[in-house]
């Protein structure tokens, strides 16, 4: 929860934020996508913290699983699996062209699905697998639309959303998905074959990855179902999807951005919730980069309030 304050002609300004605020534990705490150790008293700072609605996970084993409701008891946040590390680390391929690589990565899914429906989590976050040009792009595309169809019927039994995150295609991850346009094209499949709750998260740190810019959010509104804001990095001649702190060295995104983004949201009436995904650097601490995120937040809603 936050509140920004502004005074626009002389008149005081207070306003809520009016979207959900998350966070991506596993980037903010990097050995969570390791290990689910201690995972329990790493989020209890964030559980704990009155400006997060929505806490982004990875896999969590069940004893400490145990300890975060508990611990959740008394503050009721709600949770999110994030499945993008799976597939961008672990091998698991959710838009392989090999049927039998591809099945084996969907019943790997389902039953995280499964388990994070059985927790009562809100949603299920994942990418596509590596980037293939040629003709084996299409027969990509159809395993991805298949894989989709069966996670989000599966998600459907617990009133869950898959949110398809789009990565860049040429530059870091080099995933299949991709450009933003393109991305709804895979969405429409779905929802033809009567599938109604997945998305497309769109990340503001992917933005200079994909040569994207928000407006690009105005075109398909209706398929936006969560977004990720953060920084993209620039060494030398390379963008890199590493989520730097905002103004971090090599850092390319601003509060500016994150306000203009504010902008489009609003203006396309998004509902959904806005979460941060920021990742220390060597020797910073975590809060380090938590903190000054959030004022970035602050600062972008103020901006956001005084265009309005």
Known sequence: MMYGYVVKKGVPIVAKFPWDIGIVSFMLFPELMRSSENA??????????PFFELLEVMIINDEEWKKI???????????????????LTRGVNPSAINEDERKKAVEMLLGEVRKAGERGYKAVGLCTGPNIEGPDRIKAFD????TLIELGTEAFRYNMNIYLETFDIVWDRKRLLGPFTEAVKVIEKVRENGVKNVYLMWDLSHAP??????????????????????????????????????????????EKDVAKLLEILHSVRYRGAISFEVRPEEGQNPLEVLNSSKGVLLRAFQIFLENL
């Open 143 to 146: 395993s991805l639309i298949k």
């Open 209 to 254: 990855l994909l040569n994207e810019s928000p407006e690009i959010l105005k075109t398909y509104p209706e398929y936006l179902g969560h977004v990720h804001i953060g920084c993209a990095k620039k060494v030398n001649d390379k963008l890199l999807d590493t989520h730097p702190g905002f103004y971090r060295p090599g850092a390319l995104n601003t």
């Open 69 to 87: 409701v508990e611990i959740n008891t008394k503050y009721g946040k709600v949770f999110a699996l994030g499945l993008q590390p799976v597939v």
């Open 40 to 49: 329990s008293e790493k989020l209890r700072i964030l559980i704990e913290d």
